[in-house]
């Protein structure tokens, strides 16, 4: 039985100035972010892991580092996967929410992933998107049947992987909770399903 430790990146300044920060824009950690990942280290300080896995992104890759540097346990190298990136969201990157609730695709996107038309912004779909994370996750999975395995990814990425895994229906998924910036959320599988053991912690 795999246990995965998803781990959301730290706050950038484009999460601080409620900009859409998606898989093109390679943004870093605030100070406060730094904090926040290393805290997160700190509670996972005794935790061993058996794969460290980090999307590309800048962010993703600081938070791990940050975590990684606190921890008391031998661990392995970190693998940085592709499929672990943030969703692209092509003319939104890096624009600021509050500029497009008029856009025809806003509320399909914050509220209808079934319905968002992804082309209309040069994005990338939502279905591909979990397509991808998933795979991630099963390859994992497969790699470390009885291991705990860190995953460091993306707000829109761990949404979807996360709650699929929990049997969330998808056209359900994005009236479920973010996950925080530099939180926990802990699942293990039991055989083809998985439970929450620590769900959305921030310290």
Avoid at 14 to 41: D, I, M, P, Y
Avoid at 97 to 111: C, D, I, R, V
Avoid at 169 to 177: A, D, G, H, L, T
Avoid at 178 to 192: C, D, F, R
Wanted: with cysteine; charged share 20%; aromatic share 8%.
């Amino acid at each position: 039985m795999t246990t995965f430790y998803f781990v959301r990146h730290g706050e950038t300044m484009v999460n601080r100035v409620q900009c859409f920060n998606g898989g093109g824009t390679n943004s870093t950690l605030t100070e406060a972010g730094q904090a926040a990942a290393k805290r997160l280290g700190s509670l996972l300080a005794d935790q061993s892991f058996d794969a460290l896995l980090t999307s590309p992104l800048t962010r993703a890759v600081e938070t791990m580092d940050a975590i990684v540097s606190q921890t008391n346990q031998s661990q392995p190298a970190i693998m940085v996967v592709d499929d672990l990136k943030e969703m692209a969201l092509g003319d939104w990157e890096g624009q600021p929410g509050a500029s497009l609730t008029n856009h025809p695709q806003y509320e399909n996107y914050f509220h209808h992933p079934e319905l968002f038309d992804a082309k209309q912004i040069h994005a990338e779909s939502y279905q591909s998107v979990l397509e991808r994370g998933m795979l991630a996750i099963k390859t994992a999975q497969t790699a470390y049947p009885d291991g705990d395995v860190l995953v460091v990814a993306h707000g829109i990425i761990l949404l979807f992987v996360i709650n699929t895994l929990l049997g969330i229906p998808f056209e359900e998924i994005r009236s479920q909770k973010m996950v925080a910036n530099a939180s926990l959320s802990v699942l293990k599988s039991k055989g083809t399903q998985f439970e929450k053991v620590v769900w959305n912690k921030t310290v």
